[in-house]
């Protein structure tokens, strides 16, 4: 997690949801964070204060009242805060945040920041959809400096904005009290956390940005059973594009067959062949700042496909094969130009060699290059050894996992923005 030196208010009111923002207090503090924990009475009738004490060792505030506390309020709420996350945020704290209400430590807070707050609104389904809460959401909303509307489960475009007020859900699952299913309850800690480091990390020169990610195999198809494809489990792009996301750009994931989850705020497009690859690149590439070629596309196809199963009985079958398209090639007339292009070329020798000749003919600003037989590294590894190779330089990477891989690529990026500024 990108939150390491980083002051986080954790702000819990009081319902159901409560015991979640455990997690979401000990997640941090094991990142590095800095977790001062504020809470409402009605929260510590669900968690006593001594649970948070604990998780991060560090003073839990329950009341305007307390000993040396007089103007804690304005301090957590402005210069020494990163983020103030409020989880969960009940229908009471909620038309309170909305009427400027300053009748507690946690409302007090919220009305003198000036840091950003990440609003996880979680109550009954009746008591969220009731045109009140839903005014008061609006409201909030419309305070933040041009945040969300409430009621939305994505937050969609957002960056670091200063005076924000960022809503969160609801989700929709099962609700207390043995209701049924409905939009009310909180977002689960890990969407919480994500959305946390996003916040916390989204800066140049990536915010504002989008990036078109493209992940996994390719198939294509024999006959209604049978494909041909190959071993990439697709864990290099999905890690470049949370990592990307993390960073504060808008992300296009083009992910081909794998069963891996989306990660969170990363729009996922799902392709099978390399032909609806490259359909699915060119229409997002016209606006793309930046394409990062991850997947791993089939280099040939049958150039007929049976429309029955091929049967055993018949014998051994002969299946003629033709190139696929090139798909990265294929982008250079929709290519903006202050676009970074990045490849990937997995190699078996000549590593270097192969990649910067890639890199010319493709008309690329960075290869992401590999060696298929390097022990730890390849297709199906969670590690990756990997050389970032530009048209200057060759920069070898030690054996990492694929997500500081990630970090690195992306490092190489900014500075390639940077370049072309």
């Not at 001594?50 to 003073?59: K, N, V």
């Not at 990045?342 to 290869?367: C, S």
Request: glycine share 8%.
């Amino acid at each position: 997690m990108t939150v390491a030196g980083r002051h986080v208010v954790l702000g819990v009111s009081g319902g159901i949801a409560s015991y979640k923002a455990c997690t979401i207090a000990r997640r941090l503090t094991e990142a590095g964070a800095l977790v001062d924990v504020v809470m409402t009475a009605s929260a510590s009738e669900f968690i006593r204060p001594l649970t948070f004490e604990a998780l991060t060792a560090r003073p839990v505030v329950t009341s305007l009242w307390e000993k040396d506390r007089a103007l804690d309020h304005v301090r957590l709420g402005r210069g020494e805060t990163d983020l103030i996350i409020v989880a969960p945020a009940t229908a009471q704290l909620i038309a309170r945040m909305a009427q400027g209400l300053a009748d507690d430590f946690l409302t007090a807070l919220l009305l003198a920041r000036k840091a950003p707050v990440l609003l996880c609104p979680a109550m009954n389904d009746a008591m969220y959809s009731h045109p009140a809460t839903q005014e008061n959401l609006r409201r909030l909303a419309a305070g933040g400096s041009g945040s969300q509307a409430a009621g939305g489960r994505s937050l969609g475009a957002i960056g670091y904005r200063p005076s924000a007020i960022q809503i969160l859900g609801p989700a929709t699952g099962p609700l207390a009290h043995g209701e049924g299913e409905g939009p009310g309850r909180m977002v689960e800690p890990e969407e919480i956390l994500a959305w946390a480091e996003r916040l916390l990390g989204s800066a140049a020169p990536f915010a504002g940005k989008y990036i078109v990610v493209t992940a996994g195999p390719t198939r294509e198809a024999i006959d209604p059973v049978r494909v041909i494809t190959n071993r990439s489990s697709g864990r290099m792009g999905y890690a470049l594009a949370e990592a990307a996301w993390k960073r504060g750009a808008e992300v296009t994931l083009i992910a081909g067959p794998g069963s891996m989850p989306a990660p969170f705020g990363v729009k996922v497009v799902r392709i099978e062949s390399t032909d609806q690859l490259q359909e699915a690149v060119s229409q997002s590439l016209a606006s793309a700042d930046a394409l990062i070629m991850a997947a791993a596309p089939a280099d040939y196809k049958p150039s007929q496909v049976s429309a029955e199963k091929i049967k055993r009985e018949k014998g051994v079958a002969t299946i003629k094969l033709e190139p696929t398209q090139d798909v990265l090639a294929s982008t250079a007339y929709w290519r903006r130009s202050s676009a970074v292009m990045v490849g990937f070329a997995l190699e078996t020798g000549n590593l270097v060699e192969n990649a910067r000749e890639k890199l010319v003919k493709k008309n690329l600003d960075l290869i992401v290059a590999n060696n298929a037989n390097e022990e730890g590294s390849g297709p199906e590894s969670a590690t990756n050894k990997v050389t970032l190779v530009t048209a200057k330089a060759a920069e070898e990477l030690p054996l990492m996992p694929k997500e500081q891989v990630a970090e690195a690529i992306l490092d190489r990026i900014g500075a390639l923005y940077a370049a072309k500024a």
